[in-house]
């Protein structure tokens, strides 16, 4: 029911990985933080119970509007940082945003080279490159495309 111009929350929840399956604390790794701090988002007793940390995020999204290149924080990474986050990395961290309730999906290319979207377990924080040699280089994907896709209810449909 969002008209246009409305705020559209997105929320961040705890990494996973298929690797450890333990889940990590969204902003345990030096992300963006929202203006006045990371604050718990959960909105029922069940997903603290599952294991679901549900945290606010930086990110402005109003409905149907565009936005392009928009620089959300700029950080400098101690060397400590860069290690914990070249871990999470390698261990296949995968953020997992939630936007209205409904989790964040990848685009990816099958082995054909077509693309396919995976809505199951978020999508990768990082990647290695494999061809990096004996170093396996990690980068961290620092730019995103937020997509969001809608429906208009038919008037017939609605009631008031």
Known sequence: TFQEGDEVPMKVNAMSSIHT????????LPFCVPEGG????SENL???????KIQNSPYTINMKKETYCQI????????????????????????NWIIDNIPSAAIGLTEAGHKQKHYA???????VDAGSG???DAYVYNHVNINID??????STTTD
Do not use: W
């Not at 399956?21 to 345990?28: E, G, H, V």
């Not at 990371?38 to 988002?41: E, F, G, H, Q, R």
């Not at 959300?72 to 953020?95: D, F, P, T």
């Not at 377990?121 to 990647?127: C, L, T």
């Open 38 to 41: 990371a604050k718990m988002a």
């Open 21 to 28: 399956q333990l889940p990590k604390d969204y902003y345990r």
């Open 46 to 52: 069940g997903e603290f119970l599952t294991g679901n």
């Open 121 to 127: 377990g978020g999508f990768p924080i990082g990647f």
């Open 134 to 136: 004996d170093a396996k």
């Open 72 to 95: 959300l924080c700029q950080i400098q990474l101690s060397k400590v940082e860069a290690r914990n986050l070249r871990m999470h990395i390698r261990y296949g961290y995968h953020n």
């Open 150 to 155: 809608y429906h208009k209810p038919d008037a």
